[in-house]
């Protein structure tokens, strides 16, 4: 009897290694995705910027204008995202609480 329930608490522990296993390599290998899709869209997102800058510069006759339009556009959405953090750390936090009680 006591070895039966040593057999079953060892095979136990090796389920919960096994689970936990997974879940750690499913949650490297998303990470890894997420990683490169920033990256790419952060390369995306620079060089964008950049073209709607030099853009707007080319219509004002000034490149130097369009890019601090640009760049004054993104000072806007900084103060407008401190000005809405708490609300943002909350939902952020929820929704990481959840994804990780999942």
Same mark, same amino acid.
Request: hydrophobic share 60%; net charge positive; proline share 0%.
């Given at each position: 009897?006591?070895?039966?329930?040593?057999? /079953?608490?060892?095979?136990?522990?090796?389920?919960?290694?096994?689970?936990?296993?997974?879940?750690?390599?499913?949650?490297? @290998?998303?990470?890894?995705?997420?990683? #490169?899709? =920033?990256?790419?869209?952060?390369?995306?997102?620079?060089?964008?910027?950049?073209? =709607? @800058?030099? /853009?707007?510069?080319?219509?004002?006759?000034? /490149?130097?204008?369009?890019?601090?339009?640009?760049?004054?556009?993104?000072?806007? #959405?900084?103060?407008?995202?401190?000005?809405?953090?708490?609300?943002?750390?909350?939902?952020?936090? @929820?929704?990481?609480?959840?994804?990780?009680?999942?």
């Amino acid at each position: 009897m006591i070895n039966l329930v040593k057999d /079953y608490a060892s095979k136990r522990l090796e389920l919960l290694k096994l689970e936990a296993t997974e879940k750690t390599s499913i949650g490297a @290998g998303t990470l890894v995705l997420v990683c #490169a899709a =920033v990256i790419f869209a952060l390369f995306f997102l620079i060089l964008f910027n950049i073209g =709607v @800058g030099l /853009y707007i510069g080319s219509l004002l006759g000034n /490149y130097a204008y369009g890019l601090l339009i640009v760049s004054a556009f993104y000072l806007l #959405a900084l103060f407008v995202l401190l000005l809405l953090r708490k609300s943002i750390t909350s939902k952020v936090a @929820g929704s990481l609480i959840k994804f990780l009680n999942d």
